[in-house]
């Protein structure tokens, strides 16, 4: 019989789809708990429009919790492509991929990390314009190479190093000077070219902790090193969004619990949350 523990055990390892699963046995699909993991499950597969529509089936009173509006906010920035928020939640799903010691998508999730800023560093100072977004059709890759080709006589068929060319020829700015130091360092771009062996790049080769220990040392400084890229560019990354969340959902977890609902939702051993 599932316990409190399990639920939580897969909502610390940000598991959503595994814990609504095991609400969904138990008879529990339209409670508030449950509809909230089933937003979570989508927003963390960047399906952020379908997120926020799963919310408007919370319960009214509920719906109107301080941590509900933020998520909903934050759903409503991301879709409308806020950098902050964008980068953010690109930050929270590679720490996922770490946690759960899914090595290979962790490596695919840096190197997008690593892309979208040298993007966002050249169109946001090319295009110098307020309330930018990240879906601007001025973020696609082609959509840059043409400028740069164009512009600024930039060639290289790669976008991040044709993006450091630009940075160091016309960006007077010890920032981005900084942001590429970090980004395009040896042990950086080591475990980068580990990706590119593996299946999300173009080989078959697997990736294991110790392997990316070896190249780079612990990977969670990655995260360090990426957010600390993204202050320099002077935005604010809000690192606790699936935190509060979980919270949230654990909090509601034990309502159910505390109305009368102990067969369905048996306590089990007293896990960290429950």
Do not use: W
């Not at 590679?94 to 190197?111: H, K």
């Not at 990316?212 to 360090?224: E, H, I, N, Q, S």
């Amino acid at each position: 019989m599932h316990s409190y523990q399990s639920i939580c055990k897969l909502i610390d390892r940000f598991d959503y789809g595994g814990a609504l699963d095991i609400l969904e046995e138990l008879g529990l699909r339209d409670t508030d708990p449950a509809i909230l993991l089933d937003s979570c499950r989508s927003a963390v597969n960047f399906d952020f429009n379908t997120a926020l529509v799963k919310l408007g089936r919370l319960e009214d009173d509920f719906a109107k919790n301080k941590s509900v509006l933020r998520l909903k906010k934050n759903l409503q920035q991301l879709i409308s492509g806020v950098p902050e928020a964008v980068f953010a939640e690109l930050l929270e799903n590679t720490r996922f991929q770490l946690v759960n010691e899914e090595y290979i998508d962790f490596l695919g999730r840096a190197y997008r990390f690593k892309e979208a800023i040298f993007k966002y560093i050249f169109v946001e100072r090319h295009l110098q314009q307020g309330n930018f977004s990240m879906h601007i059709e001025a973020m696609q890759k082609r959509s840059i190479m043409k400028i740069l080709r164009k512009r600024y006589k930039i060639y290289n068929a790669n976008v991040v190093f044709a993006i450091t060319t630009y940075i160091n020829r016309h960006l007077e700015d010890t920032r981005y000077d900084e942001i590429a130091r970090i980004l395009n360092s040896k042990r950086m771009n080591d475990m980068i070219e580990i990706r590119n062996d593996s299946i999300v790049g173009h080989g078959f080769s697997g990736v294991s902790r110790s392997e990316l220990v070896k190249v780079y040392g612990d990977p969670y400084t990655a995260l360090k090193e990426f957010k600390k890229c993204v202050e320099l560019l002077g935005l604010e990354i809000n690192g606790s969004k699936y935190e509060e969340v979980n919270d949230l959902i654990v909090e509601q977890l034990k309502g159910i619990k505390n109305n009368g609902s102990e067969k369905a939702m048996p306590s089990g051993e007293r896990g960290s949350r429950c």
